[in-house]
C-alpha cells in the first residue's frame, strides 16, 4: 500500500506571467540610501523633500541636497557659519562648492585665490553676530546653509559584462496577474557628503595665507637660486602604471565636468504616476516575443555555483566488473592510472588489496 502524501508546507497561491519592459531612452538609477531608514523615505510626506538634483554624466557622480528645518533642533550660529564658508568655496573652488572625488580632489581655480574680499576673523565673527539678529533675512538672502547633501558615484550595471562583480537589479511592476521587469542601468548609494566641512577648512587656510602674507610684505624678496635640471625618459612598462594613470584620469574627468542640473519629482505627484504608467510597463502584451533561454540546466548549474578546480579532489572509484578476471584488471588499471595521472597517490591497503588480487588471478589461472 503507498503512502499518503503529506500536504505541502509551502503551496503556490498565484502565478504570474512575466515580460520585459524595452530598454528606456532615459537612464534607470536605483538610489539606495544607507543611513535613512525604509519607513521614513526623502519625501515631502514625511517633510523631507529633495530640492536639488545634479548629475555628472561622464565621470559619474550624482547629488542631491534635502532641505532641513530651521525651526527645531538648529545650531543658527553653525548655519552662518558653514554658509559663509560655502559661499566662498563657489567664488575660489567651483560653482557647487564640491570636495572631493565629485571634484576631482582638484586645487582652487587658477587666479580665483584673492578674488573677492576674503574676511578675518573679527569681520567675520561680526557679520555672524549681525546676521544672527536678522536670522530670517539672512535664511532669505541664503546666508544660511540649511541643505543636507547626499551624493555618491554610479556603479553601472553594464560594466558587469567586462568581469566586474556588479549586481544587477530589476524594477517589478505588478498588474493583475503580469509581472513588468525594466532593467536597472546603475545603483547609486547616497551618502552624506561633508563639503561645508571642507569648505570651511579651505577658507581658513586661505585666511591664515593671506595673514602670513601680509606680515611678509615689508622682508626682503628671498634670494635666487639656480636649478638644476634632468630629464627622465618615460617608462616603456604601460601595465606598472596602469591603475594609477586610470585613476588619475578619472579624477581629472570629474574635475573638468561641470554639474548638469535635474527636474526633482516627488513621488505623490501626479507626473510621477503618469511616468510610471507610460516607462514601468510593456502595453502591447500580445505582440511580445517570448524568452528562450540559451543553456540548459547544466549550464545554469555551474553559472550560480562556485569556482571548481580540476584535480583538486580525488576521482570516484567505479565499481570493479565482477564478469570476468581480465575485464576487471583492465577497470582497475585503468582507474589507478586516471588517480596517478590527477596527481594523487593511493591508499596502502588499496595498493595491497591490488597486489592480492592480481596474485590471486595468476594462481587461477595456473591452476587452468
Known amino acids: 500500500m ?73 545650531n543658527k550660529y553653525q548655519g552662518l557659519k558653514w554658509g559663509d564658508a560655502l559661499q566662498t568655496a563657489r567664488t575660489i573652488q567651483n560653482e557647487g562648492a564640491t570636495y572631493g572625488p565629485a571634484a576631482g580632489l582638484g586645487l582652487p581655480r587658477r587666479g580665483t585665490a584673492g578674488r573677492g574680499p576674503l574676511k578675518d576673523k573679527a569681520d567675520r565673527e561680526l557679520q555672524i553676530s549681525n546676521d544672527l539678529t536678522d536670522f530670517k533675512r539672512a535664511e532669505e538672502e541664503g546666508k544660511v546653509m540649511h541643505k543636507q547633501t547626499l551624493g555618491g558615484q554610479i556603479m553601472r550595471h553594464e560594466d558587469a559584462a567586462a568581469g566586474q562583480a556588479l549586481p544587477v537589479y530589476y524594477l517589478g511592476a505588478f498588474q493583475g496577474d503580469q509581472l513588468h521587469l525594466s532593467k536597472v542601468d546603475g545603483t547609486i548609494q547616497m551618502r552624506p557628503q561633508f563639503h561645508h566641512i571642507d569648505a570651511e577648512e579651505h577658507r581658513n587656510r586661505l585666511a591664515n595665507k593671506k595673514a602670513l602674507d601680509a606680515e611678509s610684505e615689508g622682508r626682503p624678496p628671498p634670494v635666487a637660486r639656480g636649478l638644476q635640471q634632468s630629464y627622465k625618459p618615460e617608462t616603456e612598462d604601460k601595465d606598472k602604471d596602469a591603475p594609477e594613470r586610470k585613476m588619475r584620469k578619472a579624477l581629472q574627468d570629474a574635475e573638468e565636468e561641470s554639474w548638469v542640473p535635474l527636474e526633482y519629482v516627488d513621488e505623490a505627484e501626479d507626473t510621477a504616476y503618469d511616468a510610471f504608467n507610460e516607462k514601468m510597463f510593456l502595453h502591447d ?53 586516471a588517480v596517478v595521472a590527477a596527481g594523487e597517490a593511493l591508499p596502502a591497503e588499496e595498493v595491497i588489496g591490488a597486489a592480492d588480487v592480481e596474485d590471486a588471478m595468476d594462481g587461477v589461472i595456473a591452476t587452468a
Open 2 to 74: 503507498a503512502p499518503a502524501k503529506a500536504p505541502e508546507d509551502d503551496p503556490i497561491t498565484a502565478s504570474y506571467d512575466v515580460y520585459l519592459t524595452p530598454s528606456q531612452q532615459e537612464q534607470l538609477y536605483l538610489l539606495q540610501y544607507l543611513n535613512r531608514s525604509r519607513d521614513r523615505p526623502y519625501s515631502q510626506h514625511y517633510g523631507a523633500r529633495p530640492t536639488d538634483l545634479r548629475i555628472k554624466p561622464k565621470s559619474g557622480y550624482l547629488e542631491l541636497e534635502v532641505s532641513l528645518s530651521t525651526e527645531f533642533n538648529f
Open 285 to 337: 502584451v500580445e505582440a511580445a516575443p517570448k524568452l528562450k533561454s540559451t543553456i540548459d540546466e547544466e549550464q545554469l548549474l555551474d553559472a550560480v555555483s562556485g569556482p571548481s578546480y580540476e584535480g583538486s579532489g580525488r576521482k570516484k572509484r567505479r565499481p570493479r566488473k565482477r564478469r570476468g578476471g581480465q575485464a576487471g584488471d583492465e577497470g582497475l588499471e585503468e582507474e589507478e592510472e
